[in-house]
């Protein structure tokens, strides 16, 4: 039996995403607005569920573009193939953009997916490359600061080093424990929740906000 995030923190959660998106949808209808018809949107390592919790009047805005590893959305649910044939989908690496000009998208979204590319010289790599190629940007990531870890959904794990983090991982989550020992240090090596200093580092002279539930739950960084 694994430690399951407790039933108010999924409403709290499912709260700050509401808000979020609201304040994500506003910046796009704003965009629209001023470019008087859809905006290249460039989501980088995006989901197809995060863009069915926006508004279909929000997505209508937008020419979006999802960039992804291989293999990444493959043998989707219906809801999220059917979506899948409105989105423009990009094989590729956060870190290397140079398949795309300078200042080429209206926007650059990236939502929970800067702490994934890798160690700090990777993500600084993802963060400038999205400021390269993007006029603006919205970026978010799990805060560091937030004494749940909210991917492997533990206490306290992402204060310790890589090998504590392993062990008690497999004490709780039975997949996990399935998987090869490379597999396993590779997960938490590509799950680093940040700072608000970091993320601030990654991507200075932004409007950058943290939602708080007591401790910051994750931030947001706007250009």
């Known amino acids: 039996m694994g430690i399951l995030l407790p039933r108010q923190l999924k409403i709290v959660s499912l709260y700050f995403r509401k808000r979020r998106n609201r ?3 506003e910046l796009i209808g704003h965009l629209y607005k001023e470019k008087g018809k859809p905006i290249d949107l460039l989501d980088i390592g995006g989901s197809l569920v995060f863009w069915l919790s926006i508004p279909e009047i929000t997505r209508k805005q ?25 989105v423009n989908m990009i094989v590729g690496d956060a870190r290397d953009l140079s398949m795309f000009p300078d200042q080429s998208f209206d926007i650059v979204i990236c939502n929970s997916v800067i702490e994934h590319v890798g160690n700090w010289l990777d993500m600084r790599q993802a963060a400038n490359e999205a400021r390269r190629v993007g006029k603006r ?21 992402h204060w310790l ?5 392993v062990s008690i991982i497999r004490l709780f989550r039975p ?25 601030s580092s990654l991507l200075p002279d932004t409007d950058m906000l943290s939602e708080r539930l007591l401790f910051p739950k994750s931030h947001v960084a706007i250009w």
């Open 23 to 25: 304040r994500l949808c």
């Open 62 to 86: 937008c020419s979006i573009h999802s960039l992804n590893l291989p293999g990444v959305l493959e043998n989707l649910p219906p809801e999220e193939e059917k979506l899948r044939k409105t």
């Open 137 to 157: 940007g919205w970026f978010q990531a799990p805060a560091f600061e937030f004494p749940l870890e909210q991917h492997f959904l533990l206490p306290f794990i």
């Open 161 to 165: 080093a890589d090998p504590l983090q």
């Open 175 to 199: 997949s996990f424990k399935a998987m090869s020992v490379d597999d396993q240090y590779m997960a938490v090596y590509h799950t680093r929740p940040l700072t608000r200093a970091q993320f």
